[in-house]
């Protein structure tokens, strides 16, 4: 009986440190639920970066064109880590619909969790772009500095995303 107790302590302990998760965000620990910040504390997260290159990516879950063009996001992972790409995603979505932003991030075996804006004014409109109209998706780069290197709003192809980077590429060197 002792020794099948002791297996127990075991087996709990390995589930506890490995976690009981199976696939899904395991990939830069990012398993924990998605956070809610004002749009200042958002501004501040892109600066703290310390890559050469943040992807802001600002979607919704009741965005048609983001659902879309979430998974070639996804299939892009891999690449954009190669790349020294930091990404960041930012949801639009209500602040009592977390659960359901996280449930699409796994569904979808997103390697990010999403920051949730607190507010879609033209506060975090000011963050990004004065040009921004608020439209969804919309996609900023960011320099080292928090400089705005490049944006978007709309759905774009993985090659569209290839090519901002390759262009990004020369300029983020010179920084």
Known sequence: MKDVL?????????????????AGRSEQNLSAASEVLEPDEIRARIVAGDTPLTMVHLWATWCGPCVDEFPELVE?????????????????????????VDSFLERNQSPWSSLISAGMGEDLMDIFSPDWSGAIPATFFFGRDGHLLKWWSGAKSADEYEAALAELADEVAKQ
């Open 6 to 22: 002791n297996y127990l302590i075991i087996l709990a302990g390995l589930l506890l440190v490995s976690g009981c998760g199976g």
């Open 76 to 100: 892009m992972r891999e690449r954009l880590s190669l790349a020294g790409v930091r990404v960041l995603l930012v949801s639009v979505d209500s602040v009592d619909n977390v659960e359901e």
